[in-house]
């Protein structure tokens, strides 16, 4: 069997372009731009490459984009004074302070103080169980990327097992809920569940969130399962020259292709959703602020 390749960059290309559909409606009929404001503080390169990527598809798709970029030295106290203004700020819809932020600074506090409003993260604790009780608002980008792209493989998955593979509050539990919504019968696992491989091996869907680079192995695939790698793995790829590295997923691609029904990539899987969903979750954001319906395809 060689599985059919989950193309997130294409996904995500075409989810773009209905998002500047629902963009131009919103401005059309109802006089409202979405608005998106991220917070840097610091100047990790990562996070400026990923924090640049956002604010010019932000634009792309026609919103209004504010970017704030802080030293490293900031005290917590102004990065707090920002986010309470952007919380009473009518032209933002969606804020997002992007992490790992200094030490001296508590991560937790600053996103505790993120009206929920405008939580596109779906980090504050009013969206986590707004998420878990199934009320309307956004959803951590990264899990309903996966969730899209599961949909438009699979269909219906009702019935179906799923196995997550990771924790985290960022992927693992908040994928969990949504594969519940989906109707499937979900399993959570980690680096430590007993018998990772055959748990792994009885389920229909894996998602893979773990963050160890080709942890989970082909043989650990059930024929035709659909595979969603979530991890972004650097390791050393010394047959492009000395010093020279690659990006991996959670999963050994070339033995899981071989068995799965269906996988993602790495790169060009998952990756590219986050941000596409990033944009989504503001249009979600402006509806219900402006008390309208969030455009179906853009939400759980």
Not at 160 to 172: D, E, K
Request: charged residues 20%; glycine residues 10%; neutral net charge.
């Amino acid at each position: 069997m060689t599985a059919k390749i989950i193309d997130g960059k294409s996904y995500a290309e075409g989810l773009r372009g209905r998002i500047a559909g629902h963009v131009a409606r919103l401005k059309a009929d109802h006089g409202i731009t979405p608005g998106l404001a991220v917070v840097i503080v610091g100047h990790d390169p990562a996070s400026q490459v990923y924090v640049r990527n956002k604010a010019k598809q932000t634009v792309e798709v026609g919103m209004h984009s504010e970017k704030f970029e802080l030293p490293a030295d900031v005290s917590e106290a102004d990065v707090l004074d920002l986010v309470r203004r952007l919380n009473n700020d009518d032209k933002i819809h969606g804020i997002l302070v992007q992490l790992p932020v200094p030490e001296h600074i508590d991560a937790n506090r600053i996103i505790a103080t993120i009206s929920p409003d405008k939580d596109v993260d779906c980090f504050t604790p009013a969206s986590v169980g707004k998420l878990t009780i199934g009320l309307p608002g956004p959803v951590s980008c990264t899990p309903l990327g996966c969730l899209m792209l599961l949909r438009d493989t699979l269909g219906s998955m009702a019935g179906m097992n799923a196995v997550i593979v990771g924790r985290s509050n960022l992927v693992g539990k908040p994928m969990a809920q949504l594969l519940l919504r989906e109707n499937c019968t979900v399993t959570m696992a980690h680096s430590r569940t007993r018998n990772l491989a055959d748990v792994v091996r009885q389920a229909d869907i894996v998602v893979a969130a773990v963050g160890r680079a080709e942890m989970i192995k082909g043989d650990w695939i059930k024929p035709g399962a659909t595979v969603i790698d979530v991890g972004i793995n650097r390791i050393d790829a010394p047959e492009r020259g000395e010093g020279k590295t690659r990006l991996v997923g959670d999963v050994a691609y070339e033995e899981a292709a071989a068995v799965a029904g269906a996988i993602t990539p790495v790169p060009g899987g998952v990756g590219p959703m986050t941000i596409a969903c990033l944009l989504a979750n503001t249009v979600t954001t402006a509806s219900l602020i402006n008390g309208l319906v969030p455009p179906k395809d853009l939400t759980p």
